[in-house]
């Protein structure tokens, strides 16, 4: 990356500061674009769920890692919840989503609290027939049950001997006769047995992106580890859980104790992937990269459910950090994670021309059918799920719960971070997967202005500039006329 002009300036930068300009390319279209990760993580776009209580469950995980990105579990997890959640994602299907299934003498009512779980939205009812009892015998969507008593069984609302999808069919094809029969969503079977669910936005989806997968095919994995009590013991637990990419997690990654933590975790690590952070600087990322970090994580301040510069004075913009932290890591040959301060797609591609390998997303995916928090109605009829910062004193009271009432009356006294956020879901793109297609295509669009067709070629010919505030305002759509 340069600046334009050559001249870098004198102080630190943000995302909105900057803008990329675009070079002379030779390449013709955005499929073109490979965004294989180089960090070899095993991503295929870079894209990282931060790992936040509110944001990063089950399904994170496993519908991110179908689009080719990773999802990091939260440490404050039990190990053993942490190792169920392993074991489930990776029994999962690569390429079709997991159905939402009930009986056909469950309820209206209990479809319906399932259904804003899954973006597929639909219900697929089974019966008791074959080993598992996992036959499809009906489906259910959210119009069927409007203005149905919500105690009314599934088997009086559902659509009988539904439409499905034999596993291993074409996906253009299965693209074409969802088309054709006019449904959104179908079941997929393996003879008889239901083995997922696919709709025609997935089945267009899944020929673009390559699901990031381990060794054994499986869809990857990740989680975090604190810097505090057993780190080498927990980390062990971890990896017998088959968490596939380790991540030593805390605010200031620049200290002693989380130098040690992460020598801990490499010693025990094997080939797996550590990841450790947060720090801003160069010296920063070379002490965690000698001490045993693959990749390090850079940060401090810019997420958006993040009270720290606001109380402590203390981080750094995010792409002058990014981009001076990668270039030390790269020297050594090893890579960053930008993580925190994304809203935009844009802000992706500027942290990847920073020299980013991967770019971590929080709060941005809080608001989605796929995050861990609950959904919520305002009262007006928008759907929303609350979002708080692992540093706020929500979360560390869960983190503290083993804790005396002492020790956790203490510690909450110490919070930094938003307790409560109401994130709300964007009702044309409700879904994690509706922004990432946002966030993928601005990123490959971004690459072939600047002629890259990797990510380690868009870093190398990025040409970056620096704007005013009225520059930033005058890239931003307008909705409304003036």
């Known amino acids: 990356m340069r600046f334009l002009g050559g001249n870098r300036p004198a102080t630190d930068l943000t995302y909105a500061d900057v803008f990329m300009v675009p070079n002379s390319s030779t390449v013709g279209s955005r499929l073109e674009v490979d965004l294989t990760t180089p960090d070899r993580v095993g991503t295929t776009i870079p894209v990282v769920v931060a790992n936040m209580t509110a944001i990063s469950g089950r399904r994170m995980a496993e519908t991110i890692a179908r689009r080719g990105g990773l999802a990091v579990l939260p440490q404050d997890i039990p190990v053993d919840v942490v190792g169920e959640v392993v074991s489930w994602v990776h029994a999962r299907h690569p390429v079709y989503d997991t ?114 997968v381990n060794a054994t095919g499986q869809l990857l994995t990740s989680a975090a580890v604190g810097i505090n009590g057993d780190v080498a013991g927990k980390a062990s637990a971890l990896l017998a859980a088959g968490v596939d990419v380790l991540v030593v997690d805390t605010a200031h ?71 001076e932290c990668a270039a030390e890591a790269r020297r050594l040959g090893k890579h960053v994670w930008a993580d925190g301060g994304v809203r935009h797609p844009r802000d992706v591609a500027l ?98 202005y600047a002629g890259a067709r990797t990510i380690d070629e868009f870093h190398e010919r990025a040409v970056v500039g620096v704007q005013s505030a009225a520059g930033y305002e005058e890239g931003r759509p307008q909705p409304t006329s003036w």
Not at 259 to 272: F, N, Q
Not at 276 to 294: F, K, P, S, W, Y
Request: net charge neutral.
């Open 99 to 212: 159905a939402i299934t009930l009986s056909p003498t469950s309820t209206v009512g209990e479809a319906l609290s399932l259904m804003t779980k899954r973006a597929h939205g639909i219900v697929v009812v089974v019966d008791g027939r074959g080993p598992d009892g996992m036959v499809p015998v009906g489906v259910v969507t959210d119009g069927a049950c409007r203005g149905v008593d919500r105690f009314s069984q599934l088997s009086q609302v559902m659509a009988a001997h539904p439409l499905t999808i034999p596993a291993g069919t074409d996906l253009p094809k299965v693209f074409d006769v969802l088309a054709e029969e006019r449904v959104s969503a179908a079941p997929v079977v393996e003879g008889e047995r239901l083995v997922g669910v696919v709709t025609r936005k997935g089945a267009l989806r899944s020929t673009v992106y390559t699901p990031a």
């Open 253 to 323: 990654g620049h200290q002693e104790k989380a130098v040690e933590a992460v020598r801990a975790v490499r010693a025990v690590a094997g080939a797996v992937p550590v990841v450790a952070g947060n720090v801003v600087t160069a010296e920063g990322t070379r002490d965690l990269v000698e001490a045993g970090a693959d990749v390090v994580k850079v940060g401090v301040g810019p997420g958006a459910m993040c009270t720290t510069r606001m109380m402590t004075g203390v981080g750094r913009p995010q792409f002058s950090a990014v981009e």
């Open 351 to 448: 942290a990847l021309a920073a020299g980013a390998a991967n770019v971590m997303v929080g709060s941005w995916f809080a608001g989605t059918y796929e995050s861990a928090g609950d959904i919520h109605d305002d009262g007006s009829g928008r759907l929303y799920k609350e979002s708080f910062g692992m540093a706020s004193a929500r979360a560390v009271k869960a983190r503290t719960a083993q804790q005396s009432g002492f020790e956790r009356a203490r510690a909450g006294l110490f919070e930094e971070g938003i307790s409560s956020s109401r994130m709300y879901l964007d009702p044309a793109r409700p879904g994690v997967e509706d922004l990432v297609d946002g966030i993928v295509a601005g990123v490959r669009s971004s690459c072939t």
